[in-house]
C-alpha cells in the first residue's frame, strides 16, 4: 500500500520519476481544454474522496481536476458535514470510506491523524496539508524548478519567515533530492531541531535574512499566520524583517526565482513588486499543482515505480 503522507515515503527516485511523469503529461495535454481527458485515461474506473478539516482553493480543485484528467471521478467532503465532525473517529472513517473509493486525501491539522488514516485505510492515502507538513506542495514546487531550466542538486534554496509546515516539507525534499535550503526564521519561529538533523546537512537556520538569500537559486516564502494559529500582532511585527522585498531579492543570483505556495498577503511576507514581478513562477506553481498530483495519485496506485 503506497500513502503519500510525507516526501520520504516516495523517496529520490519515485519522485524523480513522479515529476518526470508529470512533466511528460503537462506537456502532452498543452492547449487542451482542461476537462478534457488525457489520451490514455490511466485512472479510468477509480475514485478519489477528498476531506477538508480546513479551507483550501488550490489543492481542492487542482486534486478534483487531477484525478478527471486521468479518467478517474472525485468525491469533496468538509469534514464538518461527515460525521468525523461529531467524533466518528478517524479509523473507523478510513475502514469504511476504503470500501467506497480507490484512494483518500485529507487535509487535516494533526498530523496523527493523516497517519491513522493511512493505518486503517486499504487504499493510498495522501496528506493534502497537515500542521507538520505539506509534502503535495513542494512535488509542485519542484516541477516548477525544474520547469524554469534549474537542475535540483546543488540549488541553494532560501526560506524566509515563518518555519511552518511548508518549509518541513521543503527541508525534506532538500535532503531526498539533493539541494541545500538555508531558512532564516525569526527567534521562536524557528523549524524544530529534529527535521534539521533529519535532512543530513543539507538545511540550516539562521536569524539574518541576508544570509539565507545571499547568492540563492530560488528564494520562497509563506503567510505569517498558517490556518488553525492565532493572529497575533506580536508575531507579525517580529516577521516583518523577513518580509522579502526587491532590495533582499537583489542580493540572490541574478536568475533567481520566487516562489509561494498561496495564498499570499502582499505587504506582509513579501511585497507586490516581489510576487507579481519578473522573478516570480507562482502562477506556475499553482498551475503545477494540478500536474504534480496527477502523477502523486498514479504513484499511490501503484502506475508509477
Ligand atoms: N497552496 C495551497 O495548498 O493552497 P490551498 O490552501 O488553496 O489548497
Ligand atoms: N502554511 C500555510 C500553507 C497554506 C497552503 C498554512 O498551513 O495555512
Given at each position: 500500500m503506497r500513502h503519500f503522507l510525507n516526501l520520504t515515503d516516495a523517496g529520490p527516485d519515485s519522485i524523480a520519476a513522479m515529476l518526470d511523469d508529470a512533466l511528460t503529461r503537462k506537456r502532452a495535454r498543452a492547449g487542451w481544454t482542461k476537462g478534457r481527458v488525457d489520451?490514455?485515461?490511466?485512472?479510468?474506473g477509480h475514485v478519489l474522496a477528498m476531506i477538508f478539516e480546513k479551507n483550501s482553493t488550490r489543492t481542492r480543485v487542482s486534486f478534483d481536476m487531477a484525478i478527471r484528467q486521468l479518467g478517474g471521478q472525485s468525491i469533496v467532503m468538509e469534514a464538518g458535514q461527515m460525521q468525523l465532525g461529531r467524533g466518528e473517529t478517524v479509523a473507523d472513517t478510513a475502514r469504511v470510506l476504503s470500501g467506497y473509493v480507490d484512494a483518500i486525501m485529507i487535509r487535516t491539522d494533526d498530523h496523527a491523524k493523516v497517519e491513522e488514516m493511512a493505518q486503517y485505510a486499504t487504499v493510498p492515502v495522501i496528506n493534502g496539508l497537515t500542521d507538520a507538513s505539506h509534502p503535495c506542495q513542494i512535488m509542485a514546487d519542484l516541477l516548477t524548478i525544474i520547469e524554469s531550466?534549474?537542475?535540483?542538486?546543488?540549488l541553494k534554496v532560501a526560506w524566509l519567515g515563518d518555519g511552518n509546515n511548508v518549509l518541513a516539507s521543503i527541508v525534506e525534499a532538500a535532503a531526498l533530492m539533493r539541494f541545500d535550503v538555508v531558512a532564516a526564521c525569526p527567534q521562536g519561529f524557528q523549524p524544530e531541531e529534529e527535521a534539521i538533523v533529519r535532512a543530513n546537512g543539507r538545511a540550516r537556520v539562521v536569524s539574518d535574512p541576508r544570509e539565507a538569500v545571499e547568492g540563492a537559486d530560488i528564494i520562497v516564502t509563506d503567510t505569517w499566520i498558517s490556518m488553525g494559529q492565532a493572529h497575533a500582532e506580536t508575531k507579525l511585527a517580529a516577521m516583518m524583517p523577513y518580509q522579502v522585498d526587491a532590495a533582499l531579492i537583489a542580493?540572490?543570483?541574478?536568475d533567481a526565482k520566487f516562489l509561494h505556495c498561496l495564498p499570499a498577503h502582499r505587504g506582509e511576507e513579501v511585497t507586490p513588486e516581489v510576487i507579481?514581478?519578473?522573478?516570480?513562477l507562482i502562477w506556475a506553481e499553482a498551475e503545477n499543482r494540478l500536474h504534480a498530483q496527477k502523477s502523486i495519485l498514479r504513484w499511490c496506485l501503484g502506475q508509477i515505480g
Amino acid at each position: 500500500m503506497r500513502h503519500f503522507l510525507n516526501l520520504t515515503d516516495a523517496g529520490p527516485d519515485s519522485i524523480a520519476a513522479m515529476l518526470d511523469d508529470a512533466l511528460t503529461r503537462k506537456r502532452a495535454r498543452a492547449g487542451w481544454t482542461k476537462g478534457r481527458v488525457d489520451a490514455d485515461a490511466p485512472l479510468a474506473g477509480h475514485v478519489l474522496a477528498m476531506i477538508f478539516e480546513k479551507n483550501s482553493t488550490r489543492t481542492r480543485v487542482s486534486f478534483d481536476m487531477a484525478i478527471r484528467q486521468l479518467g478517474g471521478q472525485s468525491i469533496v467532503m468538509e469534514a464538518g458535514q461527515m460525521q468525523l465532525g461529531r467524533g466518528e473517529t478517524v479509523a473507523d472513517t478510513a475502514r469504511v470510506l476504503s470500501g467506497y473509493v480507490d484512494a483518500i486525501m485529507i487535509r487535516t491539522d494533526d498530523h496523527a491523524k493523516v497517519e491513522e488514516m493511512a493505518q486503517y485505510a486499504t487504499v493510498p492515502v495522501i496528506n493534502g496539508l497537515t500542521d507538520a507538513s505539506h509534502p503535495c506542495q513542494i512535488m509542485a514546487d519542484l516541477l516548477t524548478i525544474i520547469e524554469s531550466g534549474k537542475a535540483l542538486p546543488g540549488l541553494k534554496v532560501a526560506w524566509l519567515g515563518d518555519g511552518n509546515n511548508v518549509l518541513a516539507s521543503i527541508v525534506e525534499a532538500a535532503a531526498l533530492m539533493r539541494f541545500d535550503v538555508v531558512a532564516a526564521c525569526p527567534q521562536g519561529f524557528q523549524p524544530e531541531e529534529e527535521a534539521i538533523v533529519r535532512a543530513n546537512g543539507r538545511a540550516r537556520v539562521v536569524s539574518d535574512p541576508r544570509e539565507a538569500v545571499e547568492g540563492a537559486d530560488i528564494i520562497v516564502t509563506d503567510t505569517w499566520i498558517s490556518m488553525g494559529q492565532a493572529h497575533a500582532e506580536t508575531k507579525l511585527a517580529a516577521m516583518m524583517p523577513y518580509q522579502v522585498d526587491a532590495a533582499l531579492i537583489a542580493m540572490a543570483k541574478p536568475d533567481a526565482k520566487f516562489l509561494h505556495c498561496l495564498p499570499a498577503h502582499r505587504g506582509e511576507e513579501v511585497t507586490p513588486e516581489v510576487i507579481d514581478g519578473p522573478q516570480s513562477l507562482i502562477w506556475a506553481e499553482a498551475e503545477n499543482r494540478l500536474h504534480a498530483q496527477k502523477s502523486i495519485l498514479r504513484w499511490c496506485l501503484g502506475q508509477i515505480g
